[in-house]
T-cell receptor
Framework: DAGVTQSPTHLIKTRGQQVTLRCSPKSGHDTVSWYQQALGQGPQFIFQYYEEEERQRGNFPDRFSGHQFPNYSSELNVNALLLGDSALYLC??????????????FGDGTRLSIL | DQQVKQNSPSLSVQEGRISILNCDYTNSMFDYFLWYKKYPAEGPTFLISISSIKDKNEDGRFTVFLNKSAKHLSLHIVPSQPGDSAVYFCAASVTDKLIFGTGTRLQVFP
């Protein structure tokens, strides 16, 4: 049973470029959340997708956008890259169960470096 | 405004002894709390969680305690093992959005 998978593992871009990161959720999960983890910090919530729609969003600019596909996989897009966007980008999946809390399970992340 | 705080950046414990990791939060709307362990070059691994309606949850060597009046939770690992050496993150959830602390690096030495 595959867990959460993310691609690519590493990516190097220059300022002003655009990037797309990909995530496949754990089997049986329908909700995907994206987080940004800067060096020495905890992950910060970017947004969450459920039923192909953005369900909620953290404090990130519109340069950060996403998409969820019918098979529950997801993409994170970042436009007009800045040096400060250099970070580990983590995808987490879970099951949206309004009756009980369910833990989110994380992939190994994509390390994005901006030159 | 940091809603979840882990005030100890590091902790060193001898193998076989108890490790206690602490976490404080400010938002009384949090309804679910989790602990994750992270090794270098890997994503966070879910360890244990607790609902806000409980004050204790146990899973093998791991126990999480929640003190709502103090807005404090702790993770106890007994006995500690060298393989437990990692960075531990506490997270709090409201509407299924996780807010993380900055992590505590645990080192378990022989």
């Amino acid at each position: 049973d595959a867990g959460v998978t993310q691609s690519p593992t590493h990516l190097i871009k220059t300022r002003g470029q655009q990037v797309t990161l990909r995530c496949s959720p754990k089997s049986g999960h329908d909700t995907v959340s994206w987080y940004q983890q800067a060096l020495g910090q905890g992950p910060q919530f970017i947004f969450q997708y459920y039923e192909e729609e953005e369900r909620q969003r953290g404090n990130f600019p519109d340069r950060f956008s996403g998409h969820q596909f019918p098979n529950y996989s997801s993409e994170l897009n970042v436009n007009a890259l800045l040096l400060g966007d250099s970070a580990l980008y983590l995808c987490a999946s879970s099951t949206l169960d309004r009756g009980s809390n369910q833990p989110q399970h994380f992939g190994d992340g994509t390390r994005l470096s901006i030159l | 405004d940091q809603q979840v705080k882990q005030n100890s950046p590091s902790l060193s414990v001898q193998e076989g002894r108890i490790s206690i990791l602490n976490c404080d939060y400010t938002n009384s709307m949090f309804d679910y709390f989790l602990w994750y362990k992270k090794y270098p070059a890997e994503g966070p691994t879910f360890l244990i969680s607790i609902s806000s309606i409980k004050d204790k949850n146990e899973d093998g060597r791991f126990t999480v305690f929640l003190n709502k009046s103090a807005k404090h939770l702790s993770l106890h690992i007994v006995p500690s093992q060298p393989g437990d050496s990692a960075v531990y993150f506490c997270a709090a959830s409201v509407t299924d959005k996780l807010i993380f602390g900055t992590g505590t690096r645990l080192q378990v030495f022989p």
